[in-house]
């Protein structure tokens, strides 16, 4: 798709462009929609009979240039039997529908109707954000394109449906999710050499002008706290570490907020224990915990939405050089406890601790998120289906499997408990930050659990479901953006209810 991609919803009236419409299955169409088709009837029951297409949900049959209809080109998207479709279904029927517009397309029609009826204006809105973010790719560094890639400076999608005026209102929180997931791909898709901790930073900041408060500390300021833990990870790199804090008070005044802590390793190499060459690539992505964080933040903002809610993330390059920590480094916390280092690829725990310490004792939160990619052995568990979800509250839990149900982005809760937290006891000090083969994304998060105290807190172990994404009808990019929709959702269900 296009540099730049926008979203209208118009009255059912005369397509223009490409034109996208519904069946479901025996190829059942909705009234509107089987009477825009009504010139190329016939045609359509041939191809649909050549290519044995019946409706299937998600699948789909394309006739270039029909006789009859005033397009370039006729798109028929398989809803399945016709049954009630949940937002997140509708969400993917978009992603297929934009998938099925060709990239040099400037202009499509999207008829916002299945053979059940027409679209209610939060559906049609679905529509919009599973096409956004199908359209979604990477592709700034790339100087070279072939003919068949060449595409227009600007498209507009209009979405045809029965009421614009609703679809349009719905449109303002869906664009809202969209941008904020698009704003995490970005981030997690940019190579490091660009996205160092202090460019990272200046990004962070730019949500400023949705009204979002920015703090920026820099490592004086993470010295005077006692930073010792995050601090260390970052005294190898030639980039200072930084630290930002996000705030957003659509909330009523004085009530505590919600905490999203992100891990933001923007390069981890694994330090001194360095990581072999094979796919260490993909470690610019170790920063997708806190692009999420942003992300989330920046669909928080742009919906206005009536919370509060505190962002907070922790920007460090992993880097072995002559200033790198060493392992059998001790290292001092914030909260005072101290932390022998085995391993310098356990980085982000280290990271995580300061930044849980801090954000319990300096805002009070209502409860707190980690999100990390912090654990290869959550993506052995896991695959890349599901987050690790680690928990000490288990309405928390609750709220996030409901969240993740309705977002698609689902996690799977993993125990904690006296008997691994064991695991992490040290020899030189209060703990050390690898615990050794077994259970390796538990120890990490019984470690984490050592700086929360008593605030409900869940973490969410993100190493398989933000990296290196499996192609999907919403994500053709090697980042997902995964958590933005969870984190929206989860904040929105616990104020807005
Ligand atoms: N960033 C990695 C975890 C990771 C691995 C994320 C693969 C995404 C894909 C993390 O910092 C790390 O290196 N963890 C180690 C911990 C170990 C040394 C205790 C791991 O998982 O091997
Ligand atoms: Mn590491
Ligand atoms: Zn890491």
């Known amino acids: 798709m296009p540099e730049s991609l926008s979203f209208g919803f118009i009255p059912f009236a005369r397509p223009k462009g490409v034109l996208v419409a519904f069946c479901a299955e025996n190829l059942k169409f909705g009234t509107a929609t089987r009477k825009a088709l009504s010139p190329v009837d016939d045609l359509l029951r041939r191809v649909a009979a050549a290519d044995r297409f019946t409706g299937k949900n998600g699948s789909a049959i394309e006739i270039v240039a029909p006789s009859g209809l005033d397009v370039p080109r006729l798109v028929v998207v398989g809803t399945g039997k016709g049954g009630e479709l949940k937002p997140q279904d509708i969400v993917k029927l978009g992603g297929v529908a934009m998938g099925k517009i060709p990239a040099a397309a400037a202009e499509a029609t999207i008829l916002a109707e299945f053979a059940s009826g027409a679209l209610k204006g939060d559906q049609a809105a679905a529509l919009a954000l599973g096409a956004q973010l199908r359209a979604y790719a990477f592709d700034r560094y790339k100087t070279k394109r072939k003919d068949d890639e060449k595409r227009p400076d600007k498209a507009t999608v209009k979405i045809a449906c029965a009421n614009p005026a609703a679809a349009e209102k719905a449109w303002v929180r869906g664009k809202a999710i969209a ?274 105290d008593k605030t409900p807190w869940a973490h969410l172990d993100i190493a398989g479901t933000a990296l290196g994404s499996p192609q999907t009808d919403i994500n053709k990019s090697w980042s997902s953006g995964w958590g933005v929709q969870l984190l929206d959702r989860l904040v929105a269900d616990y104020y807005e209810r």
Request: hydrophobic letters at 45%.
């Open 179 to 452: 941008d904020g997931v698009v704003l995490a791909r970005d981030l997690i898709n940019e190579p490091a050499n660009v996205l160092d901790p202090a460019e990272f930073a200046r990004r962070a900041s730019g949500l400023a002008k949705l009204g979002v408060g920015i703090e920026v500390l820099d490592v004086a300021a993470m010295r005077k706290l006692g930073m010792g833990a995050l601090l260390a990870v970052g005294q190898g790199s030639a980039h200072d570490s930084k630290l930002v804090v996000m705030r957003w008070n659509g909330g009523k005044r004085g009530v505590a907020p919600v905490a999203l802590i992100g891990k933001g390793v923007c390069f981890d190499t694994g330090g001194i224990s360095i990581k072999p060459a094979a796919g260490m690539e993909d470690m610019k992505g170790d920063m997708a915990g806190a692009a999420s964080v942003v992300g989330a933040m920046q669909a928080i903002a742009a919906r206005k939405a009536k919370v509060n809610v505190v962002g907070v993330i922790g920007l460090v390059e992993n880097m072995p050089d002559g200033n790198a920590q060493r392992p059998g480094d001790i290292v001092k916390t914030m909260s005072g406890q101290t932390i022998e280092i085995i391993n310098t690829d356990a980085e982000g725990r280290l990271v995580l601790a300061d930044m849980l310490y801090y954000v319990n004792k300096k805002f009070k939160p209502k409860f707190m998120v980690t999100l990390a990619t912090l654990t290869g052995a959550i993506i052995v568990a896991l695959g890349q289906e599901y987050a690790g979800l680690f928990t000490n509250d288990d309405k928390l839990a609750e709220r996030l499997a409901k969240a993740g149900e309705a977002t698609g982005e689902r996690v799977w809760r993993m125990p904690l408990g006296p008997e691994y937290d064991k695991l992490i006891d040290s020899k030189f000090a209060d703990m050390k930050n690898a615990g050794g083969r077994f259970a390796g994304s538990i120890t990490a998060a019984q470690l984490l659990q050592r700086f929360v």
